[in-house]
């Protein structure tokens, strides 16, 4: 079998959440079927790096875009029915060149990750398609336009109005889709145009992330992702001022570490806050969670898979969630992971678990077991083949 398979970012290295989940997927692809990976590149950087692709995959196609042209698509776009995120991911020489490879005729199936890379393959007939949504991307704009002040509310109010149109578009023109959850499965299907739906988990290198042989810190709270995401920066804020200081007054020795690159300017003042260490960029996240007592995701706004919760449970820390973040990992509230529903019911969660170190143990280890029985690649991927034998088999029919 041959396969094209489009994303909307360049899959290699699989050092972000918007990677990660593609590159698993191409990778287990290729051990069947000939892949050619088709996405853009970002920077020079990125399209050296990306060369690493090859020992997963026969070929691939990376178009460099720019900065600049990539802004005046979706300043452009605003005035349109089309999404602004459409005009980011959007480049008519990978769409050249994408249509030069299906005219060849040689490809059996077409896997898209992601409603934005849609767009390229979106009018292609005769070949069996799949598009794995991923997140439901509209959801997530609209939660941003529910949580910023106007105008950007506004702005993020109008690009999700407009994304839920075409990915109802979208679904309708693929032959099956599939999302990361259940909850996103469940907004799949509100759209009533998907002909077939499926979910498939994010899995999690259980071997990389593993737990430390070393004691874990009994005083220590962590955060750990990337700060040029608004949600991670609204989270570890909210912590920093509202949750953090309530804990001290009764454990003054209570430290947070803020883990994860590209913090801003204000996020790395919180390191000025008692008890608060921005570590920025790090060569490996592990060496910081692994000594926590307790991992944090304190977010109000979250959508599909939290790799960050994932990573902490596989590595036998365990997370206290939002009930929003709670939702993108398949674990059961209470048993496997703790959620909290308000600034107190965060600071009594939290303490029972630093001033009880065998309720502290018994939720690690629950929370890696339900990591190494729902979430692995492994068992993930076995969903990813019926998915492409569900498809070629209904087109063969």
């Not at 492409?388 to 063969?396: A, I, T």
Request: hydrophobic share 40%; charged share 25%; glycine share 6%.
């Amino acid at each position: 079998m041959k396969i094209l398979f489009v994303c909307h970012r360049f899959p290699y290295p699989p050092a972000r959440g918007g990677k990660i989940r593609p590159f698993n997927i191409i990778r287990h692809l290729s051990q069947s079927a000939s892949v050619t990976v088709a996405s853009l590149v970002r920077s020079d950087d990125e399209m050296e790096q990306g060369r690493g692709i090859l020992e997963h995959c026969d070929r691939y196609i990376a178009e460099p875009v720019g900065s600049i042209g990539t802004s005046l698509r979706m300043v452009m776009q605003i005035a349109t029915s089309q999404p602004s995120s459409m005009g980011y991911f959007y480049s008519s020489a990978l769409k050249r060149r994408i249509d030069a490879e299906l005219e060849t005729g040689s490809y059996d199936l077409i896997f898209v990750h992601c409603s934005s890379a849609a767009q390229y393959v979106e009018s292609w007939r005769g070949i069996p398609k799949i598009l794995d949504f991923g997140d439901m991307d509209s959801e997530k704009w609209m939660l941003y336009a529910q949580n910023r002040r106007f105008p950007l509310s506004l702005g993020y109010w109008l690009e999700a109005v407009k994304l839920r149109r075409v990915e109802a578009r979208m679904a309708a023109a693929f032959d099956l889709c599939s999302c990361t959850t259940r909850a996103e499965l469940e907004t799949l299907q509100e759209l009533g145009t998907a002909q077939e739906t499926e979910w498939f988990p994010n899995g999690v290198d259980t071997e990389f992330f593993s737990p430390a042989t070393e004691p874990y810190d009994p005083e220590l709270i962590c955060f750990a992702g990337r700060f040029d995401y608004f949600p991670n920066q609204r989270a570890v804020i909210y912590f920093s001022h509202e949750i953090l200081p309530l804990i001290q007054k009764k454990r003054p020795n209570t430290r947070f570490v803020i883990v994860g690159a590209q913090p801003p300017a204000f996020i790395r003042k919180l390191d000025q806050l008692p008890g608060i260490t921005v570590t920025g960029t790090v060569p490996d996240v592990r060496t910081h969670v692994r000594k926590a007592a307790v991992s944090v995701a304190p977010l109000d706004i979250a959508r599909g898979t939290q790799n960050k919760i994932l990573e902490a449970l596989a590595m036998g820390i365990p997370v206290v969630a939002s009930e929003q973040a709670s939702k993108g990992v398949d674990a059961v509230p209470g048993q496997h992971i703790l959620v909290a529903r308000n600034t107190q019911e965060y600071v009594d969660t939290i303490e029972q678990l630093l001033q009880d170190p065998d309720r502290r143990n018994e939720f690690a280890k629950r929370g890696r077991e339900r990591v190494l029985s729902n979430h692995s690649w492994a068992e993930s991927m076995k969903r990813v083949d019926a998915l492409v034998e569900q498809c070629m088999s209904g087109n063969n029919a």
